[in-house]
Nanobody, 126 residues
């Protein structure tokens, strides 16, 4: 019943930008910290960015700090990831998920919102 749908990925040249969207159905994000994660081939899923339930605090992996911005629109039950100055090493499948604990999200282990979605592919060419 709870579904997460990521969208907005695509192919972009290094230095370009993309805006990813994460929409949830079956459950509201309002009580949850929400995060973005990514997984490249042969690598484990890693934390990218998180936003707390009120939207007043954001957290970023060192690798994306200063380039990515996470935001949320509770009216649309949607979380966004604005990705600027993209690098080839940003190439991965991007996923979103949530947890009542922002610590769990930042640690890369959201567990109590729902299953992982299919993700959206981001490919950055050089």
């Amino acid at each position: 019943q709870v579904q997460l749908v990521e969208s907005g990925g695509g192919l972009v040249q290094a230095g370009g930008s993309l805006r990813l969207s994460c929409a949830a159905s079956g459950r509201t994000f309002s009580s949850y910290a929400v995060g973005w994660f990514r997984q490249a081939p042969g690598k484990e899923r890693e934390f990218v960015a998180a936003i707390n339930r009120s939207g007043g605090n954001t957290y970023y992996a060192d690798s994306v700090k200063g380039r990515f911005t996470i935001s949320r629109d509770d009216a649309k039950n949607t979380v966004y990831l604005q990705m600027n100055s993209l690098k080839p090493e940003d190439t991965a499948v991007y996923y979103c998920n949530a947890d009542l604990s922002v610590r769990a999200v930042v640690d890369g282990n959201p567990t109590n919102f729902g299953s992982w979605g299919q993700g959206t592919q981001v490919t950055v060419s050089s």
